[in-house]
């Protein structure tokens, strides 16, 4: 029900005939109710026609639209549920500093992030800290 964009530099059939479509620096964009956008890009993805789940693989880089930024070495989407993951190791950034975890999801079509296992905060000094 919110609008999304998916989009890729080449896209072309995998070699199994029309069940998956082979994509080259996939990018997808969704607009969440906040008015604010979530997306996400990669060095390169699967589409899997009947289950409407992409495999994304290297450099899986996620942007939130307050200004949260992660990467991570894959992930899974599923445009049928609304949501993704990814269970390898996360790095990121946002406005309250920087974030360490072993995995994430994306739930309720991007309107909550979680980010999952063993996983380290530091927050950013506020003025009257420092």
Do not use: C, W
């Amino acid at each position: 029900g919110r609008p999304y964009e998916l989009a890729a530099v080449e896209a072309r059939q995998g070699p199994d005939g029309d069940e998956t479509v082979l994509l080259d620096q996939p990018s997808g964009r969704i607009e969440l109710e906040s008015g604010e956008s979530l997306s996400m890009e990669a060095a390169s993805g699967v589409f899997h026609r009947k289950q409407e789940t992409i495999d994304l693989n290297g450099s899986v880089t996620v942007v939130h639209g307050r200004g949260y930024r992660f990467t991570s070495k894959s992930a899974t989407v599923d445009l049928n549920a609304g949501r993704a993951s990814g269970q390898e190791p996360i790095e990121g950034f946002g406005p309250e500093g920087k974030i360490h975890g072993q995995g994430f999801e994306i739930l309720d079509k991007g309107r909550t992030v979680k980010i999952l296992g063993e996983s380290h905060l530091t927050f950013n000094k506020t003025p009257e800290q420092k």
